[in-house]
């Protein structure tokens, strides 16, 4: 009994068919990723805002801190 063999322009297009549907899912789940950062940013400037508001520095003095120069505590 002979084994069929496969054409090579075959098996070239069955592996454009694996590669194609694996760059579909890596790009579903780095969207999927992207959204899950941007979120966590959101979370976090939402926080940022919050603490400063709850704050009693000045906004001259948050953004020193921020800057790297000393907020003195006078």
Same mark, same amino acid.
């Given at each position: 009994?002979?084994?069929?063999?496969?054409?090579?322009?075959e098996?070239?297009?069955?592996?454009k068919?694996? @590669?194609? *549907?694996?760059?579909?899912?890596?790009?579903? $789940? &780095?969207?999927k990723?992207?959204?899950? @950062?941007? *979120?966590?940013d959101?979370?976090?400037s939402k $926080? &940022?805002?919050?603490?400063?508001?709850r704050?009693?520095?000045?906004?001259?003095?948050?953004?020193?801190? &921020?800057?790297?120069?000393?907020?003195?505590?006078?």
């Amino acid at each position: 009994m002979a084994r069929r063999s496969v054409p090579i322009e075959e098996k070239i297009e069955s592996q454009k068919e694996v @590669v194609s *549907k694996a760059k579909d899912r890596y790009e579903n $789940e &780095l969207d999927k990723l992207e959204k899950l @950062v941007q *979120k966590r940013d959101e979370l976090r400037s939402k $926080e &940022l805002m919050e603490a400063f508001a709850r704050s009693e520095r000045s906004f001259e003095e948050v953004m020193r801190f &921020l800057s790297g120069n000393e907020v003195d505590d006078e």
